[in-house]
């Protein structure tokens, strides 16, 4: 009976506060979803709906207390549902072989890639040989060697050329990120390079989303032209979300100091803007008397302030993030014209519903967790300060705490995040933003601002001018802090289940009302002792079987110092180290600890091979004749493209062989071979049986 009474307690002093949890149960549900390593039926999904339906129409009647925990259990219902549509809505045809010829589209996308190349997103694409109903509905691909000579990329463009096209490639190692889930919602098809120049082979063709698409490119160029270098690349990033006018060792700068989140267009930039606009007219509407006594002067200037946020939008190519900050920021203003507290917990809960409803696969992303990390905890801890009526010193030293105290904030908020992500931490983070932050809100956003305003007179020079004095301090910033001693440490990447323990016990912290939130605390660090004693794969093979890496006392050997750059940039960095694969390649030794590996890249050395015994490990980039007969485990291409990326986990004699495959599961967007996985075994007797039946 006492633990019913205080159950009981405990959820009426929830009362007023459970719309909070709202989002939390709709991130479980579309976790739960995206967590299947199977594809669910149409019966789950009508099951899961049903049940959904017959608990919310019996949380109406169950009362107070059990009308919560019955909501958040539809919440759950609701997020599954709602994942499962929208993967089925962007469904189109995956390339499932490598593809080499002619490639037609039109430009729908220009970028750059992670090597500096520029890359094309193209659409209404043909393919030589390739039926409509197999072709997918986007195809992206970088340009290298020759294609530069080529004409000129533009939006709408009808382009041609000859390219190498592939499916997209699965995670690199076993649990890492996903990029087939990634590229199913981007609805890429397939990626690849050509070496040929483009041609162009009909004039622009526009719709109302390329019009747009147009505009921005157009106004990206006139930037870049007026102010030349990686400061032109940063106020094309800010201005029309365009990256490909930055450099590598700018980016890598930003990065290193916890300030390339200035570049994105999100919260920050579009509630910087927002705020700007609102203060103006609000400023101008104040200063007209008949305005300020008799119109609704401050619902007046949301509206204004949600127009600009709008235009924004559109100007920044409505990008999932850029979407996900002017979600928030429409929220708030919203909130102004019904006469609500604008800033609230309920606020960003309701943003966090109408994010999820339109793109449940943004949950996945580290840019809906880190955003809504920080604008969670920044929400919290100033309502805590409100609420226990601190004061922040005397008044003109209070903006300068509030920016110290809200970086400081976002930043503790955000970095397991990013560190789980990107296995990076910014040692002088917090001294980078308190130097950079400030300016883009006082000087680079009002500048812009102002640079848009004058366009139309032909005067958006001084607007830029003084938004490039601004963001050369901020390179400046980035350039002298990355430079420091120990500027950037390396963390290994945490087991799946660290991040979602982690935000539950935050979250459990924030929204629970009384002692009991503090409960959280233990959940978190449950979370952080779980990622401090996680162990890394002793052994990983890349999907194509171009790389090997194992794991020595001085940390992963690599099998090659050059190929495979992209897997062996990730793979060191999920293993926490900071170093470059030539690097890594010069620790590598056949003899090392474990299982005997052999390594065959390429024909010569596949036909060279003399043998092996029971127990070594040997991976090939190419076929190898007679590996059916062979009494070790034999990894080659065609088995590989069934397993995708292996890894051997454990410690000496308890070595078990994990693949991608297992771990992602056969979904709809995995693109492995369904055919049965074999169990495949350190003896090797497994993958004679897949060889011969190959």
């Known amino acids: ?184 919602f981007a609805e890429l098809g397939a990626v690849g390079y050509t070496r040929v120049p483009l041609v162009a082979i009909s004039m622009a063709e526009f719709d109302l989303r390329q019009t747009v698409f147009h505009i921005r490119m157009s106004v990206s160029a006139h930037v870049r032209q007026a102010l030349p270098g990686d400061v032109g690349g940063f106020a094309a990033a800010v201005t029309t979300g365009d990256r490909s006018g930055i450099s590598q060792d700018a980016l890598n700068d930003l990065r290193a100091t916890n300030t390339a989140h200035l570049l994105a267009i999100s919260g920050l930039h579009m509630g910087l803007l927002s705020g700007f606009v609102f203060g103006v007219l609000r400023l101008l509407f104040a200063i007209i008397p008949y305005v300020a006594l008799y119109w609704p002067a401050r619902k007046m200037a949301a509206v204004g302030a949600l127009v600009a946020a709008s235009v924004y939008l559109a100007l920044s190519g409505g990008n999932v993030a850029t979407e996900r900050a002017f979600v928030m920021v429409a929220v708030a203003l919203c909130a102004v014209l019904v006469g609500r507290r604008a800033i609230s917990l309920r606020a960003v809960a309701m943003a966090a519903i109408i994010v999820l409803t339109l793109r449940p696969e943004a949950l996945m992303g580290p840019g809906f967790q880190m955003s809504f990390a920080a604008t969670t905890a920044l929400v919290a801890v100033f309502g805590w300060i409100r609420d226990l009526e601190w004061t922040l010193g005397p008044k003109w030293l209070q903006p300068v705490l509030g920016v110290v105290i809200s970086s400081a904030v976002a930043g503790l908020a955000t970095a397991p995040i990013g560190a789980a992500h990107f296995n990076t931490m910014a040692h002088y983070g917090l001294i980078a933003n308190l130097a950079s932050v400030p300016l883009m809100g006082a000087l680079v956003i009002p500048a812009a601002v102002l640079a848009l305003a004058l366009a139309a007179v032909g005067l958006d020079l001084i607007g830029l001018w003084l938004m490039g004095l601004g963001l050369r301090w901020i390179l400046w910033v980035a350039d002298t802090v990355s430079g420091l001693d120990g500027a950037q440490g390396y963390v290994a990447g945490p087991s799946t289940v660290v991040l979602p323990l982690m935000a539950m016990g935050m979250l459990f912290v924030i929204l629970w009302q009384g002692r009991a939130r503090f409960a959280g605390l233990a959940a978190v660090g449950i979370a952080l002792a779980l990622w401090q004693g996680g162990a890394r794969p002793q052994v990983l093979v890349a999907d194509t079987g171009s790389l090997v890496g194992r794991m020595t006392e001085e940390g992963r050997a690599l099998s090659r110092p050059k190929g495979a750059g992209f897997v062996a940039r990730n793979w060191l960095e999920n293993d926490g180290e900071g170093i470059d694969q030539e690097t890594a390649a010069r620790r590598w030794d056949t003899d090392g600890p474990g299982p005997r590996i052999v390594h065959l890249s390429g024909k010569r050395a596949a036909a060279a091979f003399t043998g092996c015994v029971k127990g070594d490990i040997v991976v090939a980039n190419t076929d190898l004749q007679g590996a059916a007969e062979l009494p070790c485990l034999v990894l080659t291409p065609p088995i590989l493209r069934r397993t995708g990326a292996i890894a051997l986990v454990g410690q000496g004699d308890t070595l078990q062989l994990l693949t991608a495959r297992e771990v992602a599961g056969d979904r709809m967007w995995s693109g492995w071979t369904k055919s049965p996985l074999p169990d495949l075994s350190l003896d090797g007797t497994a993958v004679q049986t897949l060889a011969q039946n190959k």
């Open 1 to 184: 009976m006492g633990h019913g009474l205080g159950f009981r307690h405990a959820m009426l002093i929830q009362r007023g506060h459970m719309f909070g949890w709202c989002p939390v149960g709709m991130a479980c549900g579309i976790a739960l979803f995206f967590g299947l390593r199977f594809e669910p039926s149409f019966g789950t999904f009508v099951a899961m709906g049903v049940a959904g339906l017959v608990v919310f129409f019996l949380a109406r009647r169950a009362g107070e207390v059990l009308s919560p925990p019955m909501v958040f259990l539809v919440m759950i219902a609701l997020g599954f549902v709602l994942a499962g549509w929208r993967a089925h809505s962007v469904a189109g045809p995956v390339l499932d072989w490598r593809y080499y010829g002619p490639v037609e589209g039109r430009i729908v996308g220009m970028d750059r890639s992670a090597s500096d190349a520029v890359r094309l997103t193209l659409d209404h694409v043909k393919l030589d040989r390739v039926s409509p109903h197999e072709t997918p509905t986007r195809v992206r691909i970088s340009l290298h060697g020759d294609s530069a000579l080529g004409v000129a990329p533009e939006p709408g463009l009808r382009v041609m050329t000859t390219a190498h096209l592939g499916p997209p490639g699965g995670p690199v190692e076993p649990g890492g990120f996903d990029f087939q889930r990634h590229a199913w």
